[in-house]
């Protein structure tokens, strides 16, 4: 798996374990093996969770941002 770990989502943004792997159509343990950057997930599935992972991450900022602005 050539899957670089990216620090710049931030742990404090992203969305819980259970919102990200129903987002990516995963397992929650499936979320953890692909956060923790284990071997045994398919790289097919690991973008799914990572896909998911930045989706949730620009609508929270976008709702952050919106309500700043309100």
Known sequence: MDMAYEPAIGIERLGTVKEIAEAASVGV????RVLK??????????RAVLDAIRKINE???SLARWSHDS
């Open 29 to 32: 343990a499936t979320v953890h």
């Open 37 to 46: 950057g284990q071997p045994k997930v398919s790289s097919s599935t690991s």
């Open 59 to 61: 609508r929270k900022i």
